[in-house]
C-alpha cells in the first residue's frame, strides 16, 4: 500500500487483518507537510515510487491512494523481468484501465449491465465496455454524488500465471493522456465561465464549419476530423479521429479550464488539437488576453 502520507493509511491495518502481506508498504503515517508530494494515483511521481516499492518486497499488488484516501489505483505484476537488474516489472492500472478490469468483473456477474463513468473517458474503453463485453457505458458529470444518482437512475491472478492486464489487453489504448490545466490571468470564477462559454462557441463554430472561406479559415485546415461528442453531458468534449479526442470543462472551485486530450502520439496531439486550438485562442482578443495560453505550449 501507497497512501501518499494521507488519511488512508489505516487501510494498511485492514489488508493486514485480512491476511495480506503488507510489509512492504510505504507512506503509511498522515503527514501534513505530504514529503513525497500531494498523493495522486494518476500521477507519475506516486506510481513510480509504488513500483519501487512492490519490487523490493517482489508484491503480487500495489494500492495507490490519493489524499482523502477516495480515489485509488493500482500497480500490477505483468510476465516480463528486466533483463539487466532481474527485478519483476509492473505496469499501472488505472484511470481507462482500472474501469476495465471493473467492467470485465462485472460482465461476468451481471450481464448488460450499465456503467457509468464521468465524462474523461477514452474512446477505446467506451468501445472495450460495450463491444467486448456486451455492458451499457453511460457517461455522466464529473460529481461523484451525481455519478451515484445516475447509477441508481439506471437501476430504476489465475492458475497459469497470467496477469490482470491480460484481461484488458483488447482494449486500444492510446499513447498520448494529459490534461491542461488553464488558468485565467485575473484569478476570477465569473471571468473562467464567460471565457470557457466564449471558447466553446469558437470550437462549435469551427465543428459547424464547411472550411476554407471563414474568418478561421487557416485554423480549419487542420480540424476537419474534428466532431462534437452529442453524448457528452459536461463541457465540450470533440472528436479528432483515430479514437482521439479533448475536452474542455470548467472547473468547479477555480479560475480554471480544464483541456483533457486523448491522442496517439505527441505529434498528432500537437497537430490536429494543440495547435489549432493555439491559432483559434490567440486568433480571438478576449481570449489571448484573459487567459494563460502557457499550458498549451507546455506538452
Known sequence: LNAGHGSGGFFNQVLKD???????????????????????PEYKPMIDRTIDACQKVNADLGIMLDT???????????????????????????????????????????????????????????????DKLGLRHVRYLKVVSLLARQQQN???????????????????????????????????????????????????????SSGGSGPNAAVESNTSSW???????????????????????KSLHDPIISLQIEATNREEAMRVIINPLLKLFE?????????DLSALKEL
Open 68 to 130: 482523502d484516501a477516495d480515489r485509488c489505483g493500482f500497480v500490477v505484476r505483468t510476465n516480463k523481468k528486466d533483463e539487466q537488474s532481474g527485478l519483476v516489472h509492473y505496469e499501472p492500472l488505472n484511470r481507462n484501465r482500472l474501469i476495465a478490469l471493473l467492467g470485465v468483473i462485472l460482465a461476468g456477474t451481471h450481464p448488460g449491465a450499465a456503467v457509468v463513468t464521468d465524462s474523461v473517458n477514452s474512446e477505446g474503453l467506451a468501445e472495450f465496455l460495450e
Open 227 to 249: 466532431s462534437i461528442d452529442t453524448d457528452n453531458l459536461e463541457g465540450i468534449r470533440i472528436r479528432a479521429g483515430d479514437r482521439q479526442f479533448f475536452m474542455l470543462r
Open 283 to 291: 486568433s480571438e482578443e478576449q481570449i489571448r488576453t484573459r487567459l
Open 154 to 208: 439506471l437501476q430504476n491472478n489465475d492458475e497459469n500465471g497470467a496477469s490482470l492486464l491480460d484481461l484488458i489487453s483488447e482494449m486500444k489504448e492510446l499513447d498520448v493522456i494529459a490534461e491542461l490545466r488553464i488558468k485565467t490571468i485575473d484569478e476570477s470564477l465569473g471571468s473562467m465561465r464567460q471565457l470557457f462559454d466564449f471558447c466553446s462557441l469558437q470550437i462549435e463554430s469551427l465543428c459547424y
Open 18 to 40: 485480512m491476511g495480506a502481506n503488507v510489509e512492504g508498504s510505504i507512506g503509511i503515517e498522515p503527514d501534513s507537510e505530504f514529503p513525497l508530494g500531494i498523493p495522486n
